[in-house]
């Protein structure tokens, strides 16, 4: 704007110093010349385009359907999962109460043990969430049903424990029977391990 100012200053002062001997024609022809030099503005360059890359879409992961029916080891894996993050929010609320409020820093020694299994936690809960998924079996937080939880379940074993009958006399179970033959005893050695028994 400046240098149409200055230019235009000067073309008055032009058009001033020929005005005495013509006032009204080079009036005129001054207010033509502005009319033409504001009709025709300067060229301009065509704009270029600039054409953006766009970066490539994530995908988005595929969905798995969820397995209907789990055997033994897809509940285990489960289970394992759904143990790990139950300890993971044990320790981070452990620590959050000891005051250390990142895993970054380097901790107290009191607060080492935990803030090392957090920071193994940290890493080995998303791997075991990406497992279940990849596998068809959810997320950690699935909840199970009762007859899936006791594919798992560990069978107990009766323990030989010696029943007293009302009268307050011992009964040999057929667990004690069973453990006597086993040892391959024979006939007259099992009636006076039975006799010993029966007496204590």
């Known amino acids: ?3 149409f100012s200055a230019l235009k200053n000067k073309a008055k002062k032009s ?3 020929k005005a005495p001997a013509k006032p009204a024609k080079p009036a005129k022809k001054a207010v033509a010349k502005k009319a033409v ?3 025709a503005p300067a060229k ?6 600039v054409v ?11 969905k798995i359907e969820l397995k209907k029916v789990l055997d033994a080891k897809d509940v285990q894996l489960i289970s394992d ?13 452990e620590l959050e109460s000891r005051g250390v409020t990142s895993l970054g820093r380097i901790p107290k020694k009191a607060d080492k043990d935990l ?8 890493i080995s809960v998303p791997q075991l ?42 009964v040999v179970t057929n667990m004690m029977v069973k453990k006597l033959n086993s040892k391959k005893l024979n006939s007259k050695m099992l009636r006076l391990s039975l006799q010993k028994f029966l007496k204590s």
């Open 52 to 62: 953006a890359k766009k970066a490539p879409a994530k995908k988005a992961p595929a």
């Open 37 to 39: 030099a504001k009709k």
């Open 15 to 17: 058009v001033a110093k």
């Open 1 to 3: 704007m400046a240098v």
């Open 44 to 49: 301009k360059a065509p704009a270029k385009k």
């Open 129 to 170: 969430t990406e497992v279940l998924r990849k596998k068809g079996l959810g997320s950690p937080s699935r909840i199970l049903k009762k007859a899936e939880w006791d594919l798992i379940k560990p069978k107990e074993v009766p323990a030989a424990v010696a029943k007293t009958s009302a009268d307050g006399k011992k």
């Open 115 to 122: 803030v090392d299994e957090a920071r193994a936690l940290a």
């Open 81 to 93: 999962a759904k143990a790990a993050v139950l300890r993971q929010k044990e320790v981070l609320a």
